[in-house]
């Protein structure tokens, strides 16, 4: 979930504790609990810093550790204990209980998301992703906002709040529902299906949808209920030729392999190098495949130049490839 869409349901969060007698009625404890559930619901996203090293590091690394079960743990002690050195007065086990809760509703939550979130570990690490809600959900932030709005105005925080959960809560089971029919007529149009990647947009009755069978993979959309396939691919398994398996050695390469659930790959051969190609088709966007991983490699196989990440254009990508376009 976004960084807005945090925030806002962190303020929910600590008006929500106000109907804990122990915060409700101790100035200094709901401020305390206030600022916990917004730092708590902020935390686990502390690893967007390695954006600043490389993309690569990011796609390995975002929602992994930070969103674990360990780090669940010391993100609400040292929260926690900071909050408590701060405010010396407030009541210690009510503001862990409220911040535990803040970072613990930051990681449920964006399971929901097509992206997931690695929450299972060390147990498993497994990409938990439900693809029910999109990052950014515009009627989920109206929803927290309101409330919020209404909470200025003079309405009491704690059973405003309940209201707007219990409004986001409903809201969550019907994106359930629409997914899950969604899902059911991809079954009845296609047998033998292994795979479905259903992925929200912005939209609320428009889905991405990617499905894997045994021998194709289908890109299409679901928009105000009718299922449309876009793209049909056969699915042809990567050959581990001595140029793929030198593409694979690459960071970028490796990042992306290591996220992306389907994609197709393509190898190029021109005069003096290679280049090897992985495109994510989860994300189709205009008859465009923005998030992809490309390698260039010399004619002994050496790594030249890579990316991987979000592009839009060719253009950009030779740009960050340093190359020429061919």
């Known amino acids: 979930m976004d960084t807005g869409t945090h925030?806002?349901?962190?303020?929910?969060?600590?008006?929500?504790?106000?109907?804990?007698?122990?915060?409700?009625?101790?100035?200094?404890?709901?401020?305390a609990v206030m600022i916990g559930a917004i730092a708590g619901s902020q935390a686990p996203d502390l690893d967007t810093i390695l954006k600043f090293r490389n993309n690569a590091k990011y796609i390995r690394n975002h929602r992994g550790i930070t969103h674990s079960i360990p780090a669940v743990i010391l993100w609400s002690v040292l929260i926690t204990g900071l909050l408590y050195w701060l405010f010396p007065g407030s009541n210690l086990l009510h503001l862990g209980i409220w911040t535990t809760l803040a970072v613990v509703l930051h990681v449920f939550v964006d399971i929901f998301n097509a992206y997931g979130t690695q929450a299972l570990r060390p147990f498993s690490h497994k990409w938990v992703a439900l693809g029910m809600i999109n990052t950014f959900d515009p009627i989920l932030f109206v929803i927290y906002c309101v409330g919020i709005l209404f909470w200025v105005f003079g309405t009491p925080a704690g059973y405003t709040f309940l209201t707007v959960f219990?409004?986001?809560?409903?809201?969550?089971?019907?994106?359930?529902?629409?997914?899950?029919?969604?899902?059911?007529?991809?079954?009845?149009?296609?047998?033998?299906?292994?795979?479905?990647?259903?992925?929200?947009?912005?939209?609320?009755?428009?889905?991405?949808?990617?499905?894997?069978?045994?021998?194709?993979?289908?890109?299409?959309?679901?928009?105000?209920?009718?299922?449309?396939?876009?793209d049909e691919y056969d699915r042809v398994p990567v050959p581990q030729t001595a140029i793929i398996q030198a593409a694979e050695e690459d960071e970028n390469?490796?990042?992306?392999?290591?996220?992306?659930?389907?994609?197709?790959?393509?190898?190029?051969?021109?005069?003096?190098?290679?280049?090897?190609?992985?495109i994510d088709l989860r994300y189709r966007s205009k008859?465009?495949?923005?998030?992809?991983?490309?390698?260039?490699?010399?004619?002994?196989?050496?790594?030249?130049?890579?990316?991987?990440?979000?592009?839009?254009?060719?253009?950009?990508?030779?740009?960050?490839?340093?190359?020429?376009?061919?």
């Not at 925030?7 to 401020?31: E, N, W």
């Not at 190029?268 to 190098?273: G, L, P, R």
């Not at 050496?302 to 061919?326: A, C, H, M, Q």
Request: proline letters at 4%; zero cysteines; charged letters at 20%.
């Open 166 to 230: 219990v409004i986001v809560f409903f809201y969550y089971i019907l994106r359930f529902f629409m997914k899950r029919s969604i899902v059911n007529k991809i079954h009845q149009k296609y047998s033998e299906v292994e795979k479905i990647i259903i992925s929200p947009t912005m939209k609320f009755r428009r889905w991405r949808v990617a499905i894997i069978t045994r021998s194709h993979f289908y890109v299409g959309r679901s928009l105000n209920g009718k299922l449309t396939i876009l």
């Open 253 to 278: 390469i490796s990042a992306f392999l290591s996220f992306s659930p389907v994609y197709r790959w393509e190898v190029d051969e021109y005069t003096d190098h290679y280049e090897v190609k992985f």
């Open 7 to 31: 925030v806002v349901m962190g303020i929910a969060l600590g008006g929500l504790a106000t109907l804990d007698p122990a915060v409700g009625a101790d100035p200094v404890t709901a401020q």
């Open 287 to 326: 008859g465009h495949y923005p998030f992809v991983a490309i390698v260039q490699l010399d004619q002994n196989l050496n790594i030249v130049s890579s990316y991987t990440g979000w592009i839009f254009s060719e253009e950009k990508l030779r740009k960050k490839l340093d190359l020429l376009p061919e």
